[in-house]
């Protein structure tokens, strides 16, 4: 078994501010994490590698980290599905629109298109980590609560580690 990491974070942007408003949702911003301190998602430039100091100096005043223990063969493939994104990342690109469709309950998924969420579910998806409820187009970063916890995979759960 391998650890997992999922960071949920709500930023203080106006942005995340209208999200949390319209959303009624405590969290804002999804991301993966494979080695301690590197976190992998996306925001308005693409495909992003994030930090726990990134975090802080950005503004995030709420988060939560869900540790994962996952098989060593959907641990590979998640590496491996990391990796090839890393290896892209100019191909990717951020969809406001997949964010609006998801709100709206209507999936869509657009080739190399992502938002945070939608690419953090679907990382778990196609690892093969997590058998997920829906499309990876249907999730909000809040909806991987209840997902997660009732998975078996948790291992531990942390608040406001930024």
């Known amino acids: ?3 997992v990491t999922i960071i949920l974070t709500k930023y203080s942007d106006l942005t995340s501010n209208l999200l949390y ?7 804002t911003h999804a991301s993966i994490g494979l080695e301690e ?8 430039k693409g ?4 930090s726990l100091e990134k975090f802080r100096r950005h503004g995030v005043k709420k988060s939560l980290r869900y540790e994962l223990q996952v ?4 641990y590979e493939k998640l590496r491996e599905s990391i990796e090839s994104f890393h290896s892209r990342k100019e191909e990717f690109s951020y969809t406001a629109m997949g964010v609006i469709l998801c709100f709206l309950r209507i999936p869509f998924k657009w080739k190399d298109h992502y938002f945070c969420s939608q690419f953090v579910a679907e990382m778990l998806e196609v690892s093969g980590a ?7 187009s249907l999730y909000l970063p809040n909806h991987f609560c209840s997902e997660l916890e009732r998975s078996g ?8 580690v930024v």
């Open 71 to 74: 098989p060593q063969a959907a």
């Open 153 to 160: 995979l948790v291992q531990s759960i942390e608040y406001n």
């Open 1 to 3: 078994m391998r650890k």
């Open 130 to 136: 997590l058998a997920l409820i829906k499309a990876p």
């Open 37 to 44: 301190g590197e976190f992998y998602s996306f925001n308005f």
């Open 21 to 27: 408003l319209v959303s009624g949702f405590g969290y």
């Open 47 to 50: 495909f992003c590698t994030e």
